[in-house]
């Protein structure tokens, strides 16, 4: 089931042979994203998945912006992924299986899949956070590993 209008964003991705871009505007302009919550069936605001809008593969990614005072109404936990919280402004708590903490800018917090969580907004300004979740144990290798430099200059 589609979660979000994607049509509506194809217009606005640039696409190269080995990329995709896309300009979700400001942080401050993310409840102008809404999407048809299959469980919860009702519009949510401010959360904008990633994974279509760019054909992403290996991992899905949202970003998005909790108003003052919300929360997130379920406890949830994933079948196969795990995933990472990174809080880029504001503050709030969130709670896995049960534990409650604090969470603020720049505060990362890793979930297994088999973590139930939940987490919420209990300040006066708005919570920005983005998702990412890949399949857990999936990463064979990363950064120097994995990278690899190419002679060629930049050409700006
Ligand atoms: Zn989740």
Do not use: C
């Not at 919860?40 to 809008?53: A, D, M, P, Q, Y």
């Not at 992403?56 to 079948?79: C, D, E």
């Not at 300040?123 to 144990?137: A, C, M, N, R, T």
Request: glycine share 8%; no cysteine; hydrophobic share 35%.
């Amino acid at each position: 089931m589609p979660i979000q209008e994607l049509k509506k964003y194809s217009s606005q991705v640039k696409t190269g042979q080995n990329f995709s871009a896309f300009d979700a505007g400001s942080l401050e302009d993310l409840f102008q994203y809404e999407l048809q919550h299959p469980r919860l069936n009702r519009t949510v605001k401010g959360k904008l998945f990633l994974r279509e809008i760019l054909d992403l593969t290996s991992m899905q990614v949202s970003l998005n912006r909790l108003p003052a005072g919300a929360a997130v109404p379920f406890i949830h936990k994933h079948k196969q992924n795990e995933e990472l919280y990174i809080f880029i402004k504001g503050n709030g708590q969130m709670q896995v299986d049960g534990e409650t903490f604090d969470i603020k800018e720049g505060t990362v917090v890793r979930i297994a899949p088999d973590g139930g969580r939940v987490w919420r907004n209990n300040s006066s300004e708005d919570l920005y956070y983005i998702v990412i979740q890949g399949k857990d144990g999936s990463l064979s290798q990363d950064t120097f590993d994995d990278g690899i430099p190419l002679e060629t200059p930049p050409s700006w």
